[in-house]
């Protein structure tokens, strides 16, 4: 399944290339917004222009990042889907008339459409899943980085959210 990811390679190596990039981008546009909000409440005005054109440039180049992103990710996508419709169709062309005639048509072309399209959608979930995986690990960095007492907090609210339900669904039960 994962050969069809990897049938236009210029444009899968460019997406995971630019795909850390981009939650760096996130990162930073998150980081700037923090710098803005210390700066106006210490009163420094006279850093908070430089402050807005900083928060300007990084939306445009998450915003084009976002985008080229997203032709990426689609154009990964339909030369997967394409290259697995060819195949499927290599493969009826080559089934004999008798093991051909076993199935309807409507069961070859709900295969060669639906199946494909479904597939396809899963390949949309690995790709934006490893997309959000780069982004928390980017941003669980920069928040031990900016501070590791907040990171320390953050991991253990985390944790207390995710066991909490579990511990009341045990009790409920």
């Known amino acids: 399944m994962y050969r069809y990811l990897f ?17 760096a981008c996130d990162v930073a546009v998150s980081w700037i917004i923090t710098e803005i909000i210390d700066n106006a409440l210490a009163g420094n005005i006279q850093v908070f222009p430089r402050c807005i054109a900083l928060f300007i440039a990084y939306l445009i180049i998450d915003f084009l990042l976002d985008v080229y992103l997203e032709h990426i990710r689609l154009n990964i996508t339909m030369c997967a889907s394409v290259q697995m419709k060819k195949e499927l169709f290599q493969r009826l062309m080559h089934t004999g008339v008798s093991q051909y005639r076993e199935k309807s048509t409507a069961s070859y ?9 479904t597939i396809c959608d899963t390949y949309f979930f690995i790709i934006d899943s490893a ?4 982004t928390m690990i980017a941003a669980i960095a920069f928040v031990f980085w900016y501070s590791w007492q907040i990171g320390i907090m953050l991991i253990v609210l985390t944790l207390i959210q995710a066991f909490v339900p579990k511990l009341f669904d045990k009790k409920m039960d």
């Open 7 to 23: 049938t236009n390679k210029k444009n899968t190596f460019l997406f995971f290339l630019l795909t850390p990039l981009k939650a």
């Open 109 to 117: 072309l709900s295969t060669i459409e639906n199946d494909v399209e």
């Open 131 to 134: 997309t959000e995986i780069v």
